[in-house]
């Protein structure tokens, strides 16, 4: 695609090289107002707790705290953050690695073999496209509730594995870039379809496949709803559960205050994705492509 | 395997051996498929089944669980707590959903407009709140709402007055707006920009030949190309809206007085399970909700594209 825009590109600039002011301003203002939380959350993380007290939320303060609150971070409640960070790789992996893996498969199955039953389960998937993670998660936790799964990883790990909208991608990117006379070719060879696939398509799908990864590992990563009711071991947390309940904690009058924990945690989640996506970038923007195009 | 295969390619294929190559390419399929077919009935399907059977049930004081038939619903239908926490999530979509695509949009024709300096660089950084988990947004904004030395308290200080109060019962519904406005503009703009790269610029060219101006290649061709993409956010969105519950249930330590257990639908079943032991009523809601979501996105998506056809 971007082969086929760059010339036309070219084009509208070589006819229209005005840049609009206008256009610059209204960017320069949503750009402002995208940054003023990350920009606070940045300053404060370098502030000791006395300063955030004392100080301008957007000015810096008399010292340089950031590396003794990452410290504090890290070693506070007897070390529990590390864990919860340790559990949210371990959930985001297994759980949003294995739903791009499974999507993949069975977006592949689809696309590429007839079987009766075909087109009614693909149906049936893509009407759970619309079924919310929030809406499923409380009937999810009553049904592992009573088979004694809760309070374990399997618990955030079982529901993270299923991505109705990651196989609806896959299958789209399976019919746009693996040729059937490929596969057929293939088989006279004498291959095998699991040798086929791993062989010859998987290599064809691999940039579809991480754009699911990345988009089922973000989601789970920045998954609250679910781990918040399937878990009650602060040990098994993930990096949201923890910090929001850090910062319940500290919003009470009579607790100790950990403002500073709290800011410098959030710090510490996110800068993996903000990293992951800007290494990332043609990969999630070509997914988001191929979701909008193929509606 | 090659032999197997072979007959079914060649011109006089026998039956049996095209039945043959059909029951295996359908294996085959099985295969690839089954793993996320297994998944999906353990983390879709049997919860929605088992939540449809316990609304069935009721836990009574004397004589345990017992059927009771639509009962559960019956009592949904005229909870005044339900109803205020769906009435206030449709007043929150009916202000949010506008503003954060309205938002997206103008941003989306600005970075294809081909006139705006440093797209790209304003492309990744209005994207940049995707990355960012709910929670931590939530956390953050929760900061700057502070009264007492957030930004907001900041700026009242300097202004000598409480003039921002977005933690209070009637500012809070819009603190969460702009919350889930800040979390999402940049990704439906991506969603939009998205779409508007796959219009062929021959269409603007040929535009631009016969006199039209940016604004009227705007309306008369960028608009209706991304009809599709609106009425897709625009679902989205309104679904999201009804499951609305990490803002709420994140912002009612800071603000106890303005957020009740019921703020909105989900919360509501929530704590109906959680604080309430309400296992039975708190799948009903949970049904109800999903029910009523799904209708009105269908309603959505069906008007939306009645309107392309026209």
Do not use: C
């Not at chain 1, 043609?282 to 195009?293: M, P």
């Amino acid at each position: 695609m971007s082969a086929l825009r760059a010339p036309a590109i070219d084009v509208r600039r070589a006819r229209a090289p005005r840049r609009s002011v206008l256009l610059l301003a209204i960017m320069l203002l949503l750009t402002a107002y995208t940054l003023l939380p990350l920009l606070y959350l940045v300053v404060n993380s370098t502030k000791s707790l006395d300063d955030f007290f004392r100080t301008f939320g957007l000015a810096f303060g008399s010292g340089f705290a950031l590396p003794a609150n990452v410290a504090e971070v890290f070693t506070h409640d007897g070390g529990v953050f590390g864990g919860w960070l340790l559990n949210t790789l371990l959930y985001s992996v297994v759980g949003g690695g294995g739903a791009a893996v499974l999507a993949t498969f069975a977006g592949y199955g689809i696309a590429k073999f007839r079987f009766p039953g075909r087109r009614a389960l693909f149906a049936v998937i893509l009407g759970a496209v619309a079924i919310p993670g929030t809406a499923l998660a409380l009937p999810t936790f009553l049904l592992f509730s009573n088979l004694g799964l809760t309070n374990t990883p399997w618990a955030v790990i079982i529901p993270s594995l299923v991505s109705p909208f990651g196989l609806y991608l896959m299958w789209t990117y399976t019919v746009d870039a693996v040729p059937s006379e490929l596969l057929e070719a293939a088989r006279i060879d004498g291959a095998g379809e699991l040798r086929t696939f791993f062989t010859v398509s998987l290599r064809l799908l691999a940039p579809g496949f991480v754009t699911v990864v990345l988009f089922s590992v973000v989601a789970t990563w920045n998954n609250y709803f679910l781990p918040l009711i399937m878990l009650s071991d602060p040990r098994w947390y993930p990096l949201t559960v923890g910090l929001a309940q850090w910062n319940a904690q500290s919003a009470q009058s009579t607790a100790q205050p950990i403002q500073n924990l709290v800011l410098t945690g959030s710090l510490i989640s996110i800068i993996p994705l903000v990293v992951a996506f800007l290494l990332l970038q043609r990969f999630w923007q070509s997914g988001l492509a191929a979701g909008s195009v193929k509606q | 395997m090659a032999i197997v295969t072979a007959p079914g390619r060649s011109p006089a294929r026998s039956r049996a051996g095209a039945g043959r190559a059909a029951r295996r390419e359908a294996a085959n399929g099985w295969l690839f498929v089954l793993p996320f077919v297994v998944v999906f009935l353990v983390a879709i399907v049997a919860p929605v089944g088992y939540a449809i059977g316990l609304s069935l049930f009721r836990d009574q004081l004397v004589g345990g669980t017992a059927f009771v038939g639509g009962a559960n619903y019956l009592k949904a239908l005229t909870d005044p707590a339900l109803w205020g926490g769906v009435l206030r999530v449709v007043l929150f979509l009916v202000i949010q959903v506008p503003i954060m695509l309205i938002i997206a949009l103008v941003a989306a024709l600005a970075l294809d407009s081909g006139r705006l300096r440093f797209a790209g660089a304003f492309r990744i950084l209005l994207f940049l709140p995707y990355a960012v988990p709910g929670v931590v947004a939530v956390l953050i904004w929760g900061f700057i709402y502070g009264p007492r030395y957030g930004l907001a308290g900041s700026l009242n200080h300097a202004l000598g007055a409480g003039l921002l109060e977005p933690l209070s019962p009637q500012w809070v519904l819009g603190a969460i707006v702009n919350i889930v406005t800040w979390e999402f503009a940049g990704y439906n703009m991506l969603i939009f920009y998205s779409a508007l790269r796959t219009v062929s610029t021959e269409l603007y060219e040929a535009a631009e030949l016969d006199g039209a101006g940016p604004l009227r290649i705007v309306w008369s061709i960028k608009l209706p190309a991304l009809r599709g993409a609106i009425v897709i956010a625009t679902v989205f969105s309104i679904i999201g809206s009804f499951q609305l519950f990490n803002e709420p249930n994140l912002l009612k330590p800071l603000a106890p007085n303005a957020i009740v257990s019921s703020y909105t639908p989900n919360l509501y079943a929530y704590t109906l399970s959680f604080a309430g032991q309400q296992d039975n009523y708190s799948a009903t809601v949970a049904i109800v909700m999903g029910v009523l979501t799904a209708v009105i996105a269908y309603v959505v998506q069906v008007r939306g594209m009645r309107r392309d056809a026209r």
